[in-house]
């Protein structure tokens, strides 16, 4: 039976915690107000470090849900793989035992592709340390591990556009790298429009056509959208 007005409205006044772990920093702020605050990760940092850490830095905050955008591989809404730039401990943690409520965990890439989001077919990349990406076509998010596919010279998507593709191109290059990609995505893929996220996407001069660029905060929104409804659920990638 659909749900009543009354019953959606009081879903989307759920208050929910949303995590965005990265190699760098984990940050999370409450759907109930614009404070953000963080801790810097490293790569001993596990699962229940991370939990126990929030936990701590989240006492005076009250929420009944939890997202956490993975910054690695996610199906149904577990982990399936060891992050590559924190600790171990991950794959199979019981998160929403630590927290005390429920907890949905999304791939951090697709977690932003959430809140930037306008509708149709939307391909989302996110150009920080790695390369995130997912698609959402008509409200259904896949999560995607284009980055690890192989792209040319015995080399990945990955190398070319992440931290260290820029770093050894340079900049010049690696932007000349990303439209390329893009286009060449595009063309594979078909998406109405792209959106270009993550750390360094602030790096480039330009955009190709039909590209717009996203912002990190948008995962926050993409975690207060995951917990409320705001897209189908996708086969594979969320919980």
């Given amino acids: 039976m659909a749900k009543t007005t009354k019953q959606q409205n009081r879903k989307s006044r759920r208050r929910i915690l949303a995590i965005d772990v990265g190699g760098t920093h984990v940050k999370f702020v409450p759907s109930t107000q614009a404070e953000k605050r963080e801790f810097a990760s490293d790569p001993d940092l596990s699962a229940k470090d991370m939990v126990v850490r929030v936990l701590k ?75 995130g990406s997912a698609m959402i076509i008509d409200g259904i998010v896949e999560p995607m591990e284009i980055g690890h596919l192989p792209y040319k010279k ?8 992440g931290l260290d593709g820029m770093k050894r191109a ?4 690696w932007r000349a790298e990303v439209a390329a990609v893009v286009e060449h995505l595009r063309a594979a893929l078909l998406p109405d429009y792209v959106v270009l996220g993550g750390g360094n996407a602030k790096k480039l001069k330009s955009l190709p056509p039909k590209t717009r660029l996203g912002d990190n905060e948008n995962a926050f929104v993409g975690g207060f959208n995951l917990r409320n409804g705001g897209v189908t659920r996708s086969s594979g990638g969320r919980a």
């Fill in 57 to 131: 830095l989240t006492e005076d905050w009250q929420y009944e849900a939890v997202s956490i955008g993975y910054p690695g591989p996610v199906v149904h809404g577990h982990p399936l793989a060891e992050p590559v730039n924190l600790g171990s401990g991950w794959v199979g943690f019981d998160f929403a035992k630590a927290f005390g409520c429920p907890v949905k965990v999304i791939n951090d890439a697709a977690m932003q592709a959430l809140g930037s989001y306008t509708g149709g077919r939307m391909l989302f990349l996110g150009l920080g340390t790695g390369l």
């Fill in 170 to 173: 340079g900049r010049k290059k």
């Fill in 154 to 161: 015995g080399k990945t998507y990955e190398d070319y556009l």
